[in-house]
Structure formats: C-alpha cells, structure tokens
C-alpha cells in the first residue's frame, strides 16, 4: 500500500506557500538537493508529475494543484491528532487580538481547528488594526496578537506566514482601466498603503485615494462593487475579485508578511498551546482564490 510521506508533504507545502525550492529549503532546514529529491519521490508516489519544469523554471501542474489541498488537510489533521493527546485537560481563556484583514479566514479555520481539539479554551477575538494590537500587547490588555509584520515600529514578532500581496479589482468591473484609476487603501499608518502608493509612482500611474478605512471589509466592499483598485494578501482575496499585475499597469508588490507577538504574562500552557496552533495552521492557510502558477528554481 502507498503512504504519503508527511515530511514530503510538509517540504511541498514549503515550496507552494513560498514559491522556491531554495527559500524552501531554508524553512525545512534540507538542503536544496535534499528538497528536490524529496519531491521526485513524492511525485513518484503519487505516480503523477507535480511539476512541470521550464529550464530553471517550475510550475505546479494541475495535479499539483489538486495535491496542495489534500497535503494541507492532511498536515492539519496530524497536527490536531497530536495536540488533542498532547494535554487534553488544558483550560482557561485566551485574549487574541488580529486586523479584520486575516480575521475572515483564520477565524472560522484556524480557531474552529483549535477549539475542537481544546473545548475547555475560551478565547475572546479583538479585531483591530496591527498597532492596536502592538499597544494592547504592551499594555497587558490582549495575551496574543497576530500582526503585519514590521508595521508596528519595531516590533517584529515571530515570522508565520509568507504571502503575496496583489492589487485586485472586481471580476466584472472595469475599474483598474481608469485614468487616474480610484484606489482603496489603510490609512497613512498602513504600510501596504505606501507600498501602493510608491510603486505607482515608481512607474508613473497616475491615482487618486478615492477610499481610505482601517477596516479590510469596507475596502473589499469598495472592490467588489467596482468603485476601486485595493492591494490584498493572497488570504483576503475573494472569488470575485481579480489579481492585477504589470500587463495591467500595476507592479509587482512585496510580499505580506504576519508575525505572531505575545504579552509578556503569556507564558502558561494555554497560551503556547494557542500560538503553537496558529502558526501551524497559519503557515498552511490556503489560497481563498485558484492556486496561482509558482516559480522555483
């Protein structure tokens, strides 16, 4: 009988979140020949090309694609088995603090995985912005926090997921086409918003701020009704919207990073058993849109 190795499937996971082999190698702690070798096996255990390979190129092939959500179910099931036999008596409640950016998905996937392998763990959810959650941090008012990494000063946090950040517009709207064309974007503080804002200077687009909120929901809305352009991580992209990129008029942007921070009195049981969680669930978060073709090298 063939059994899907989950270190392969961990390492594939790596290189689809990441899109190479090489950073790839660096998160699984393998060597790129090691990486490489563990996906011929898998590819041969699967008995279907994952890749298909351009010179130095790789995309994921459509049977790839389909094998990207069963590895991370798989992943996430082990993950849980585990937990729930690792201390099933933890209890007690948790202060969590996220912008409404990441709270669309994790919450009904991340936090339901949790709470079913820890019923006796209530957790109270803050939705804020990412220097709101820094101060309540520092203040003792939230015992965890996940932030966009390096927005609230100096305040790095623990690196836990990776994504790109797009510029979308509504599937059916014609928006991205106008001259200035309307932009949705955070307030000053936001550094995606800057991000936007230079990279359009950068090749000489010409915008206006048509929408400003701290609020993820109210810039989607202005997206998917068609009034604006908005930039977006890969996880708060909805099915109607449409990724825009250079062949548009809009230039690539870096990718989002989420960091996880804690409160200095978190330091019990519950709260490890919580960010231990998140940044395993987090990190194997899938796409809300079509996987998109990867490059590796």
């Known amino acids: 009988m063939n059994v899907l190795d989950l ?10 979140e990441i899109g190479s082999f090489t950073a790839a190698a660096d998160v699984v702690h393998k060597t790129q020949s090691a990486v490489s070798m563990q996906m011929r096996r898998l590819e041969e255990r699967v008995g ?3 890749f298909t390979r351009d010179g130095r190129q790789s995309r994921l092939t459509e049977d790839g694609r389909r094998l990207l959500e069963y590895a991370r179910r798989m992943i996430r099931l082990n993950d849980e088995t585990l937990a729930a ?38 957790i109270a959810v803050e939705c804020q912005p990412t220097r709101t959650v820094h101060a309540m941090i520092r203040e003792g008012e939230l015992d965890l926090g996940i932030i966009t990494h390096g927005e ?8 836990i997921r990776r994504e790109p950040l797009y510029w979308v517009s509504a599937r059916d709207h014609c928006t991205h086409e106008l001259d200035p064309v309307p932009l949705a974007l ?21 915008f206006r701020i048509a929408y400003t909120s701290g609020h993820a929901m109210a ?9 604006a352009v908005s930039v977006l991580p890969e996880s708060a ?55 998109l073709p990867i490059a590796a090298e």
């Not at 270190?7 to 689809?16: E, G, S, V, Y």
């Not at 810039?219 to 009034?227: E, I, N, T, Y």
Request: charged letters at 20%; hydrophobic letters at 45%; one cysteine or more.
């Open 152 to 159: 609230a000063g100096d305040i790095r946090g623990d690196l």
């Open 219 to 227: 810039l989607s809305g202005a997206v998917l009704a068609g009034l």
């Open 48 to 50: 279907r090309p994952i």
């Open 7 to 16: 270190d392969q499937l961990r390492t594939f996971l790596a290189i689809a």
């Open 85 to 122: 036999f690792s201390d099933p008596g933890l209890t007690g409640s948790i202060r969590l603090g996220l912008p409404d950016d990441y709270a669309d998905r994790l919450l009904p996937t991340v936090l339901a995985g949790f709470s079913r392998i820890n019923p006796m763990i209530e």
């Open 237 to 291: 992209i909805r099915m109607n919207m449409r990724i825009l990129g250079p062949r548009d008029g809009f230039p690539d942007l870096a990718a989002a990073e989420i960091a996880l921070i804690r409160a200095d009195h978190a330091k019990h049981s519950i709260h490890d058993a919580l960010a231990t969680h998140i940044a395993t669930s987090l990190g194997n978060l899938g796409a809300a849109t079509n996987p």
């Open 186 to 206: 955070g307030p000053d503080s936001c550094c995606w918003r800057s991000q936007a804002v230079r990279a359009l200077d950068g090749v000489g687009r010409r």
